[in-house]
């Protein structure tokens, strides 16, 4: 989850993990050109699990072609491991509900339920089948 931030554009590492994003120029979904909409600051769960520093900006982009939107630079693999590690465990939990009130215990299990995947299946597959050109 991302905040608009302006323009602001303050980058300052603050914590014991280095963060070695990748910038990207095209597209991670279709390759299409890059449009920069805004700034955009990292969600303090994210900057606190990913890197151990607080928030900062990055820029949020959006596919010409695909309309897909992202923030822009990625994360490298190492950085998406720490952010994934015991994904949804207790520790992950706790540390989220930290940063984001709404991060139950009750809301963490309920990720896992079938009306949940059900919810999430019903609003991406439009999104899908628009770029799946006949395929399933
Ligand atoms: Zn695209």
Known sequence: MTFSFGEETDFVLGGGESSSMIEVSECVICAGPLVRRKRALVAPFLATRIWNRAPFCVDLVQCKDCAFLFYNPRLEYEELGRLYRDYRKE?????????????????????????????RRAILKP????HLNGRR
């Open 91 to 119: 520790k992950y939990q706790r540390m989220r509900h930290a940063s984001e009130a709404w991060y139950t215990p009750k809301f963490n299990f309920d990720l896992a339920s079938s009306a949940s995947y059900g919810k």
């Open 127 to 130: 999104i899908l089948q628009r």
